[in-house]
Each structure stands twice: as structure tokens, then as C-alpha cells.
């Protein structure tokens, strides 16, 4: 053996300092960022300019969807309210044919109460008692009918209307123009300004053929000349 000693490897400052971690430069080496990184980097902030006009896409669409939404709220809204306008005017005519329907039964009644109180005539004291609780009993009668909203007609003196009236009969009137009523013969009545029955009427068809004139002023009876 030679007297030389075997050279141990030789760890310079370029791989480890005194402590035992690596360089700074190395380090530094490390956490800098790769090229391809450092290059997107400036690409994920890109144009605002794009981003604008993309946000502002965006909200033309929800504007564009909100308004879609609103038409359809406000034609349902419409429909529901004329469904309800309808259902009310519905349910009036409903009450108002069951109405009709339930007075026409009772108006022959009425009609019984009214002929009856034409031709009766008491002359006893205890008729009399008896025509005067009549009496009462027809006058509640017409004032539920008024309660209710019916009201007869006056036909006496009109002209026909075929919309109130019904013409039963026809004759010469001296008295009375063409197509004037002169007579009722069965009452007619409203219901709160509706028909509730037509009135039976006799109409005028005017003067006959011979029909009586007006005499002249001037032909005044003898004994009324001075």
C-alpha cells in the first residue's frame, strides 16, 4: 500500500451549506414559475372588454326570459279576472231566472186576490170583518212582492210595446188612437226592471169607418146663442 490516503468525495457549498438545505438559488430556481404558466397567466385576465360584452349578453337574456314570464303572468291575471266577472254574471242571471221561475207560480195567486177584491162587496158587519182581514192578507202579499223587487206595470192609456205587452184583443176606439191600450186584461210585472210577465191588453185600432168627427166650432145648438 502506498502511503497516500483515499480522497473522501468532496461535498462542495454547490450541493448542500453548512445546515444540511439547498442553495437559495436553487430554491428560487424551484418556485419560479414555469414558462408555459407564466404565459397563461396575462390569457386568465383577459380583455375586460369581452367579459363586458359577455355580462351584458347575459342580462339582455334575463331580461329578454323576465318579460316572457311577466306577459304570461298578466294574460293569466286577465283570464282569471274575466272567469270571475263571468262566474258573478252567471250566478245573477241563475238567481234571477230562479227568481222569475218561483214568482210566476205565485202570480196566479195574486191574480185570484185581485179579482176577488174587485167583485166582493160586504154589507154585513161580519163580512166586512172578513173582507178587512182580506185585506191585510193580500196587502202583505203585495208588500213582499215589493221586497222582492216586482213592481206591476201601468198599461192603461200607453202605447203597445210587444216587448211589455201581449195583445189579446183588438177593436175601434172613438176614443183612442191606432195601437194605444185601452184595456188590461191580465196584470203584468217587472222584476227589477225585467220582465218578470206581459201584460194581456186590448188595443186600439183607431176610429171605425164610421167613426164619429169633431163637430165645427161655429155649429153650437141654438139655445146657446145669445
Known amino acids: 500500500m502506498s502511503g497516500e490516503a483515499t480522497p473522501f468525495p468532496q461535498e462542495s457549498a454547490d450541493t ?5 438545505e439547498a442553495p437559495a438559488a436553487e430554491v428560487a430556481a424551484e ?3 414555469a414558462p408555459e404558466a407564466a404565459a397563461e397567466a396575462p390569457a386568465a385576465s383577459a380583455d375586460p372588454e369581452q367579459r363586458v360584452r359577455e355580462l351584458e349578453a347575459e342580462l339582455e337574456a334575463l331580461k329578454a326570459e323576465h318579460e316572457t314570464v311577466r306577459s304570461q303572468y298578466m294574460r293569466i291575471a286577465a283570464d282569471f279576472d274575466n272567469f ?15 227568481a222569475c221561475s218561483t214568482l210566476s207560480e205565485i202570480l196566479p ?31 202583505q202579499l203585495v208588500d213582499v212582492f215589493k221586497q222582492l223587487g216586482v213592481s206591476p206595470m201601468r198599461v ?6 210587444p ?13 183612442h188612437s ?24 186590448k188595443v186600439s185600432m183607431g176610429p171605425g169607418p164610421g167613426g164619429s168627427e169633431a163637430a165645427p166650432a ?4 141654438a139655445e146657446h146663442e145669445a
Open 163 to 175: 216587448n211589455l205587452h201581449e195583445a189579446v184583443l183588438r177593436e175601434p176606439s172613438d176614443e
Open 109 to 139: 195567486v195574486v191574480d185570484n186576490f185581485e179579482r176577488a177584491r174587485q167583485q166582493l162587496e160586504p154589507q154585513a158587519e161580519e163580512a166586512q170583518t172578513i173582507h178587512r182581514s182580506y185585506q191585510g192578507l193580500y196587502k
Open 218 to 221: 161655429d155649429s153650437a145648438p
Open 156 to 161: 192603461e192609456g200607453e202605447p203597445f210595446d
Open 84 to 98: 270571475r266577472k263571468r262566474q258573478s254574471r252567471d250566478q245573477d242571471d241563475l238567481r234571477v231566472q230562479i
Open 178 to 201: 191606432e195601437d194605444v191600450v185601452i184595456a188590461e186584461l191580465q196584470r203584468g210585472y217587472h222584476l227589477n226592471g225585467r220582465v218578470l210577465r206581459h201584460a194581456l191588453v
Open 31 to 33: 418556485q419560479a414559475p
Open 16 to 20: 448542500l451549506n453548512t445546515s444540511g
